[in-house]
């Protein structure tokens, strides 16, 4: 038993020299998302640590194997909708992302872990309402 625990530890320690990169890509500001002062708010209480290039990158995404799936989702966020690439899509990919995301607001974002730890990006119903009138607006 102490073996095997002993054999846990060190891979544990080992596994920590596998770092991922937690660099924000520089963007310019110019092709950021414009939204009135509410829903930038929301978006950026509950959405732009996964879905910008402004991501906030805390404690436990440098301990291994956390790192490895909080990088995953921030890679995944930014490629399903980026905001701070957000003028640089088409019309059509806009339209297609705000679709999706008209849907999503109410369904699944933010992600249950990312709630569970960063419990002020909870959405509220007027969080939900707010988002969705800018989202119908812009369709």
């Known amino acids: 038993m102490k073996r095997a625990f002993l054999i846990v530890v060190v891979l544990f320690i080992l596994i920590q020299f596998i770092q ?3 660099n ?3 963007t310019d500001p110019n092709l950021e ?3 009135p002062k509410a829903v930038m708010n929301i978006l950026k209480r509950s959405c732009y640590d996964c879905h910008s290039n402004k991501t ?3 404690w436990y995404s440098y301990i291994a194997p956390v790192s ?3 990088k995953r989702h921030v890679h995944d966020g930014r490629r399903w909708v980026n905001f701070s690439i957000w003028n640089k899509y088409t019309k059509t990919e806009k339209k297609k992302k705000l ?3 008209y849907k999503a607001v109410y369904a699944a974002m933010p992600i249950r872990s990312y709630k569970l730890i ?3 990006s909870k959405l509220s119903p ?3 309402q707010t988002l969705r009138a800018w989202i119908y607006k812009l369709e």
């Open 118 to 120: 960063h419990r002020n």
């Open 68 to 70: 490895w799936s909080v």
């Open 24 to 26: 924000n890509p520089k």
């Open 126 to 128: 007027k969080d939900i």
């Open 56 to 58: 906030i990158w805390p």
């Open 20 to 22: 991922v990169d937690k």
């Open 99 to 101: 679709n999706k995301m």
């Open 33 to 35: 998302v414009k939204a």
